[in-house]
């Protein structure tokens, strides 16, 4: 569905992916693992060209998007929910969904405010606050509920379990399950191995701008993880 090939990006002069190289089939978790600094939202920006590679390929589902703006990625199904989240601080959770919604796509069923809030209960009970006076967690999940309302078919989450209590990262972690089961296929980053075994189906380890590791998460050692993510 996905398809990066020998990509390389910049900030300024200094190289930061160097030939990257990945993919995502559709009906898939997959993880990009790595630690701080390792290239990982940079990533993430380039596919969406929020940080335009200077050179290589990207694809989806077949088509090519390199260089594309970013509201048009977005059109054809791709979803990105940000590292820091974004949302509208001075609109209610309502408001905040209403601000992601996207006409209904091809063969793909949209989603509902009331959909979302049966996927993120607590945003059911709040739907009427403002994002401000949320939790980190329930920003988090109103930010993956309004990138929803696009009708994505993959969606991009950018460390979407950091800074969150174990129990709220224990009841995202099964919300994002429950999107594959929906036919949504999901792409994250992610620090934490054990984190990252709760969902994902592969793993791909990146480290300093290059991929260094990639194989399903069940075969995917503690050791291969230390050696390029170990602080």
Known sequence: MLAV??????????????????????????ALIGRNGAGKTTTFKSIMNLVPAESGKISFKHQSIY????????????GYAPEDRRIFTKLTVMENLEAGKQPP???????????LFELFPNLAEKRHQDG???????????????????NPE???????????APM??????RTIRKLKDQ???????????????????????????SIRHESPIDTLSSDQYEKYCSV
């Open 168 to 173: 709220i990262v224990k009841q995202l972690a």
């Open 5 to 30: 090939n020998s990509l390389n990006t910049f900030y300024g002069k200094a190289q930061i992916l160097f030939n990257l190289t990945l993919a995502v089939q559709a009906g898939e978790i997959v």
């Open 67 to 78: 260089h594309l703006p970013s509201y048009k990625i977005c059109k054809q199904g791709l």
């Open 105 to 115: 796509r091809r063969d793909f069923k949209p989603w509902t405010p009331e959909q």
């Open 183 to 209: 036919g949504v296929s999901v792409f994250l980053s992610e620090q934490n191995l054990n984190v990252a075994r709760l969902i994902c189906d592969r793993a791909y380890i990146i480290h300093r701008g």
């Open 132 to 150: 401000g006076t949320l939790s980190g967690g329930e920003q988090q999940m109103l930010t993956i509920a309004r990138t929803l309302m696009g």
């Open 154 to 164: 993959m969606i991009i989450l950018d460390e979407p379990f950091e800074g969150l």
